[in-house]
């Protein structure tokens, strides 16, 4: 998808629709990736994805989450804790910073990832190149009325 049909879908993910596409598109996600033992998922047309493998922070179950994300040449990512612009930050991000160790599917590959949310101001100074690709991104703090948690993964054999 260009970055027209990107900035589109944004907008769309940023008005009421969210409400809808937050209760639909995360399950038909999973499911699709399920279906296809991780070959397809729902959001890649749009933009790079993967799946995220947590630890739950209050049960300790392992959690997935199809997530949008940013790959760096270094073969690490950055994910972004949007939840479509609602006001509560995803379950997720909590997971991430109780447990930053996790895996994520990506291109078919699992790998184990250590994650680090980033300052406020190392997310401020990222937010430019993360709005090249998804364009007024960072508008989803305007609709959510909360600062957006942005995290940095990477490779656990790296990360040592």
């Not at 790998?111 to 989803?140: G, I, K, M, T």
């Amino acid at each position: 998808m260009n970055r027209t049909g990107r900035a589109v879908t944004a907008a769309i993910t940023r008005s009421p629709a969210r409400y809808a596409l937050r209760a639909v598109v995360p399950p038909l996600d999973r499911l699709l990736f399920r279906l296809t033992r991780g070959s397809w998922k729902l959001s890649a047309p749009a933009m790079p994805s993967l799946m995220l493998f947590s630890t739950g922070a209050k049960t300790g179950m392992r959690r997935e989450s199809p997530l949008i994300c940013f790959p760096q040449s270094d073969g690490s990512w950055y994910i972004v804790g949007s939840n479509f612009g609602l006001e509560r930050h995803p379950a997720w991000t909590a997971n991430l910073i109780a447990n930053p160790d996790a895996e994520v599917h990506y291109r078919r590959t699992l790998v184990q990832v250590r994650a680090r949310l980033l300052s406020q101001p190392e997310a401020d100074a990222l937010w430019p190149r993360l709005e090249e690709q998804w364009p007024h991104y960072r508008d989803y703090e305007k609709t959510a009325k909360r600062d957006i948690r942005v995290f940095h993964l990477v490779q656990r054999d790296a990360a040592a």
